[in-house]
């Protein structure tokens, strides 16, 4: 499974942007999907995650109410709108694929298959 996430960039505090996620070479559509963000100097934290159907979505407190998950079966893409952005939201963004599909986790090692990474600036 390959996963490409796009979508970073500067942004002003206040501000929204929206990453994506799209899989390839897999199920998508069978899988729970993941974000984790690491900013620097820092350890990778989770953000939020989807079950395979979107029925069940779990989020950071930290994030809670600003950022949304969702995902489109049919494009075999996940999705993180992020709006009221913080300075504290700047790092790295990396979308996370598990295989079992029920279950929506904030731990890193539930995850088999990762991205890339986006990057996210938040300036104050």
């Known amino acids: 499974v390959q996963l490409q996430a796009s979508g970073g960039g500067l942004v002003q505090a206040g501000g929204s942007l929206r990453l994506s996620c799209a899989a390839s070479?897999?199920?998508?559509?069978?899988?729970?999907m993941g974000w984790f963000r690491q900013a620097p100097g820092k350890e990778r934290e989770f953000v939020a995650a989807?079950?395979?159907?979107?029925?069940?979505?779990y989020y950071a407190d930290s994030v809670k109410g600003r950022f949304t998950i969702s995902r489109d079966n049919a494009k075999n893409t996940v999705y993180l709108q992020m709006n009221s952005l913080k300075p504290e939201d700047t790092a790295v963004y990396y979308c996370?694929?598990?295989?079992?599909?029920?279950?929506?986790?904030?731990?890193?090692?539930?995850?088999?298959?990762w991205g890339q990474g986006t990057e996210v600036t938040v300036s104050s």
């Open positions: 989807i079950s395979w159907s979107g029925g069940s979505i």
């Open positions: 996370a694929a598990d295989e079992l599909g029920l279950r929506v986790g904030a731990h890193a090692a539930r995850y088999e298959y």
């Open positions: 070479g897999g199920t998508f559509s069978s899988y729970a």
